[in-house]
């Protein structure tokens, strides 16, 4: 490989691991065999109350259903990558949160593997909560008040 090819290489790796380390998504690459992680970058970290994965063997199993992962490499393989429904993140020793899950199948040191990007969207989901039920109370004022027209036109 020539010098110039050779630089731009770990020029390149350096912004992939900035762009992982730095990302405001968490982000986790687990074996696609057996949901073993790999590695995942600080956000991910800090959602999922992982402390350190060198010193056990965490599994994505622990987070996201297990249904959901054994299907998880079939449909990648036909779909190139699949986004999961906004569900239910219940790490261990922190609060419940909602989350958009999106998973890409690619080769980890040789290894099939498995990159899931994790966005909160707690605040997004309670929001639209809080845009249903005023949708609601706005539906209901209206039919009150047409009920009030009604009544008025007919006086």
Excluded: W
């Excluded at 790796?13 to 073993?36: C, M, P, Q, R, Y």
């Excluded at 992680?37 to 402390?51: R, S, T, V, W, Y």
Aim: hydrophobic residues 35%; aromatic residues 8%.
């Amino acid at each position: 490989m020539k010098t110039r090819d050779v630089d731009m290489l770990r020029e390149h790796s350096g912004v992939h691991h900035l762009l992982f380390k730095h990302s405001t998504d968490g982000l986790i690459v687990f074996a696609s065999d057996s949901g073993e992680i790999f590695d995942c970058n600080p956000q991910a970290k800090m959602m999922l109350g992982i402390e350190d994965i060198s010193s056990r063997k965490e599994k994505i199993q622990s987070f996201v259903p297990s249904d959901d992962v054994d299907n998880l490499f079939g449909f990648l393989k036909s779909d190139g990558g699949r986004r999961l429904r906004k569900q239910k993140i219940e790490p261990r020793r922190l609060p419940t949160f909602f989350a958009e899950m999106e998973f890409y199948d690619l080769d980890f040191g040789g290894r099939p593997a498995i990159m899931c990007l994790i966005e909160d969207v707690t605040e997004q989901k309670n929001m639209e909560a809080r845009l249903k039920q005023r949708a609601e109370r706005l539906n209901s004022t209206n039919k009150k008040l047409e009920e009030l027209i009604h009544i008025i036109s007919h006086d």
